[in-house]
């Protein structure tokens, strides 16, 4: 995690130093006004909250809330996007979330660093005033994309007045949270799984990163007929492409140009295994003689999809010479 702390007085820099002791795992930089001259401080400029607003997954303020607002104001762009930005006082009594209190973490945030400095965490969030379930922060803490921001925006307004249904893909373990019931239609309602079904007249889906995706190819298949093979088995499945972990193949394709641009261009991160460890993954699997003798096993996307996944979706589907296999990693659902 990357944070920038500002602090404007010495009162200010000693509390930054504290909080950067809390956040030792983290990449911190701290900066002071020029005036201060505090060691280990790099001087504020004006033009360095547009460029740790950018680039920093948290920026923390120690002094008023007025100055925090100001400086960020014209650099805010969305819920989704924004830094999580707290503000602290130099006498850390309290720590008080301004911006991203889900999604970027700043609620989370202020907790840690309340408990540790034995300050207040001054939370003003409705679902969590309430002891609601937020979707947005939940959906950031177990890395799950947001089918729709706006349907997420609803879903924390309904969940405030009534309870709001979910369908799970995978086993709850332990209780609900406050606002949920498990429950199969409705007109507002939330699915955690990776298929794109929309059992509600409204549904948020939460989709955890747990699709693997086996390909096999031709030496020198286009990037364009791996992307369409994908999508094509993705669909007829109605499989989410939003939770493809990565893709997986023999290492004799770890060279191939179009397979690797594919990748690239869908921020999905590519794992190649020999043929002896695909060989060793247990199972059946459709095995073709032809594969065997160019590569060294039969088949090689329902075993690449199947090496450390917990069940085979879609078996080995051939689309203009692309083989493409689906396979599901364990996963549960914990609101804990």
Not at 40 to 69: H, N, Q, T
Not at 200 to 223: D, H, K, N, W, Y
Request: charged content about 20%; some cysteine.
């Amino acid at each position: 995690m990357k944070i920038a702390i500002f602090a404007y007085s010495h009162g200010g820099c000693a509390a930054a130093r504290r909080v950067r002791a809390v956040l030792a795992e983290a990449e911190t930089v701290c900066y002071a006004v020029p005036r201060l001259e505090e060691a280990g401080f790099l001087p504020l400029a004006k033009d360095i909250y547009r460029e740790r607003f950018s680039s920093m997954d948290a920026l923390i303020f120690i002094g008023a809330c007025g100055i925090a607002v100001r400086e960020i104001a014209p650099y805010l762009v969305s819920k989704k996007n924004d830094p999580a930005v707290l503000c602290i006082d130099e006498k850390m009594q309290f720590v008080i979330p301004l911006l991203s209190g889900h999604i970027g973490g700043a609620n989370d945030l202020s907790r840690r660093l309340a408990g540790a400095l034995g300050a207040a965490a001054v939370i003003t969030t409705a679902t969590d005033v309430n002891g609601k379930f937020a979707a947005d922060a939940w959906a950031a803490k177990n890395e799950c994309a947001i089918s729709s921001m706006l349907l997420a925006k609803k879903v924390a307004a309904e969940i405030l007045e009534r309870d709001v249904p979910l369908v799970s893909d995978f086993p709850i373990k332990g209780a609900l949270p406050g606002g949920i019931v498990e429950k199969t239609q409705g007109a507002l309602g939330i699915v955690i799984g990776y298929c794109m079904k929309e059992p509600f007249a409204e549904t948020l889906r939460l989709t955890p990163r747990v699709l693997r995706v086996g390909i096999g190819c031709r030496r020198g298949t286009s990037q364009e007929t791996i992307e369409a093979a994908v999508a094509a088995v993705l669909s007829a499945h109605q499989l989410d492409p939003s939770a493809v972990k990565g893709v997986y193949s023999i290492d004799l394709k770890q060279q191939e140009a179009g397979l690797l641009a594919a990748c690239a261009k869908h921020n999905w991160p590519t794992v190649f295994y020999t043929a002896e460890e695909l060989r060793s993954v247990p199972g059946e699997f459709t095995d073709s003689p032809f594969v065997q003798e160019m590569t060294g096993v039969g088949n090689v996307c329902e075993r690449a999809a199947m090496r450390g996944a917990e069940k085979l979706l879609v078996k080995k589907t051939a689309v203009d010479g692309v083989t493409v296999a689906v396979a599901a990693e364990h996963w549960e659902v914990s609101f804990g």
